[in-house]
């Protein structure tokens, strides 16, 4: 579902950069990717997996939230033949980056066919639904910014080692205070929230610092 938010002086930022979303009752906020700079609000994709996303969804019209961002890292957007990748809830930061972008030719894959109903958020895109892959039909020479869920980041960084790829960890503050989301770039342990979201694939080659751990 869309969440729109009044904006109330917050800046969009760049695409790729995310939110802060304080859902009623629950103690931390929660990221979201922006989705959509509409006039005067703030667009959220939101998939209610959990408390939180739920919390988030069953807002009403006139209900208060605390919102803080933009927060980390967004895409770069000086690339050559751009092409937007997204994985499910992924999706969420590409309309936003297609239009900061001018347009791009977008490449989406989605677990099932109602799942896929979010491409609508993206006229034009390419959409596979599973058993298919995105990185089945993904072509070499394109500038690839992508965002999903990990095992696609993989393997989209494999396909097109110069991608821009947004990852997701589990973030209580979201501007570097707690460690919570520290992941492992460049062989090192850093905070996705101020190193990321978005990183070069280059960047990611070794596992995720919580996957070793698991
Ligand atoms: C930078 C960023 C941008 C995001 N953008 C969006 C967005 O645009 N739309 C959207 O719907 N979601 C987005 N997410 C994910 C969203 O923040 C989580 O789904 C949400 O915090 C889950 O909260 P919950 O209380 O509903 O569920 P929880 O009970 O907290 O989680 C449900 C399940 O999901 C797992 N989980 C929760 N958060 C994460 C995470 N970040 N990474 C991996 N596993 C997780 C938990 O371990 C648990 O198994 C984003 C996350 C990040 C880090
Ligand atoms: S979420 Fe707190 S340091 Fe990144």
Same mark, same amino acid.
């Given at each position: 579902?869309?969440?729109?938010v ?5 800046e969009p #930022?760049? +695409? ?8 009623? #009752? &629950?103690?931390? /906020? &929660? ?13 959220? @994709?939101?998939? $209610?997996?959990? +408390?939180?996303?739920?919390? @988030? ?18 895409? &770069? @957007?000086?690339?050559?033949? /751009? ?7 992924g999706?969420?930061?590409? /309309?936003?980056? =297609?239009?900061?972008? #001018? ?9 099932? =066919?109602?799942?896929?109903?979010? =491409?609508?958020? @993206? ?25 999903? +869920? ?10 097109? $080692? ?28 850093? &905070? ?14 070794? +596992? ?7």
């Amino acid at each position: 579902m869309l969440l729109r938010v009044s904006r109330a002086g917050l800046e969009p #930022g760049e +695409p790729g950069q995310f939110f802060m979303l304080s859902p009623p #009752g &629950r103690v931390l /906020p &929660r990221p979201m990717s922006l989705c959509l700079a509409l006039p005067g609000e703030l667009g959220f @994709l939101l998939d $209610p997996i959990g +408390p939180g996303t739920r919390a @988030l969804a069953a807002l009403e019209t006139g209900d208060e939230l605390d919102v803080l961002g933009p927060l980390g890292n967004g895409f &770069r @957007l000086d690339v050559e033949r /751009p092409l937007l990748v997204g994985g499910g809830i992924g999706i969420a930061p590409l /309309p936003y980056l =297609a239009e900061r972008l #001018g347009g791009a030719p977008a490449l989406l894959g989605f677990r099932s =066919a109602e799942h896929a109903e979010a =491409a609508a958020l @993206l006229p034009g895109a390419e959409v596979v639904v599973e058993p298919e892959y995105v990185t089945e039909r993904l072509e070499p020479g394109h500038g690839v910014l992508a965002c999903g +869920p990990e095992p696609m980041l993989r393997a989209v960084a494999a396909l097109a $080692p110069g991608a821009q790829l947004a990852w997701e960890a589990p973030m209580a503050c979201g501007y570097g205070a707690c460690y919570g989301c520290a992941v492992e770039i460049g062989g090192t342990l850093r &905070r996705l929230c101020v190193e990321g979201p978005v990183l070069a694939a280059a960047d990611v080659a070794a +596992p995720l610092a919580r996957e070793e751990a698991a």
